[in-house]
């Protein structure tokens, strides 16, 4: 670089003070120091670095984080339930980095209830929604003063005798309800064995609709 019109003059001591040059005539040639430019281009690198690296950092830890979180459900699958849908939670790989157990049902927390390894549907009115024992979740399936069914993943199918029940209705709506869930295989039902406890007054086309339906038709003791 030269710098031409410099005579003794205080730019050309600060000029001197900062680099390394040589006078020649009015002029002043100067070369920048090589510490210098390896400074500035350190401090540049930074700003352009420094952004990304503590964004990927917080990434990596937020997806440790939940990964280390997921763990306790992933650890324990398919030992798990989400209790406010009453279904089997999924386990499905998100991207790249870990696995995941996820809910279907909208809205949902993704808080699990671990342990459980059997739900069993009760068309029955002595459980007003669901009751957890030991490693089984008992839920009902029907409500006798709404005459309306609930969903659920539910690997039993229990029918208890109590009075009051329409049994005829209440099978048909349960079924309709559980095979309109088209995020189950399609023979999800055909797959559900069929327990009677205490002799419930069955119709007999409701029966043959049991046994049509369903994996099998067992009757027990009160």
Not at 71 to 77: A, D, E
Not at 187 to 215: Q, S
């Amino acid at each position: 670089i030269q710098v031409v019109g410099f005579e003794n003059t205080t730019a050309q001591k600060s000029l001197s003070a900062c680099f390394i040059g040589h006078k020649k005539g009015n002029s002043y040639t100067i070369k920048l120091e090589p510490l210098w430019l390896t400074g500035a281009f350190t401090v540049g690198l930074l700003f352009l670095i420094l952004p990304t690296y503590t964004g990927l950092s917080t990434l990596l830890i937020h997806a440790s984080q939940r990964e280390k979180y997921r763990w306790k459900y992933i650890s324990v699958y398919p030992y798990v339930i989400c209790e406010k849908h009453l279904f089997k939670p999924e386990k499905v790989r998100k991207k790249f980095v870990y696995c995941d157990v996820l809910c279907r049902g909208k809205d949902c927390s993704q808080e699990f209830k671990t342990g459980i390894k059997e739900i069993v549907g009760l068309i029955s009115d002595d459980v007003k929604q669901h009751r957890i024992d030991g490693d089984k979740v008992y839920v009902n399936l029907w409500s006798e003063m709404d005459k309306k069914a609930r969903n659920a993943d539910i690997d039993v199918l229990e029918i208890r005798n109590l009075p009051g029940i329409s049994y005829d209705y209440a099978i048909n709506a349960v079924l309709v309800t559980l095979k309109n869930d088209v995020s189950r295989p399609r023979n999800y039902v055909k797959g559900i064995p069929v327990v009677l406890v205490g002799n419930p007054p069955i119709p007999d086309g409701a029966m043959k609709i049991l046994r049509y339906e369903f994996k099998s038709v067992e009757i027990r003791g009160g």
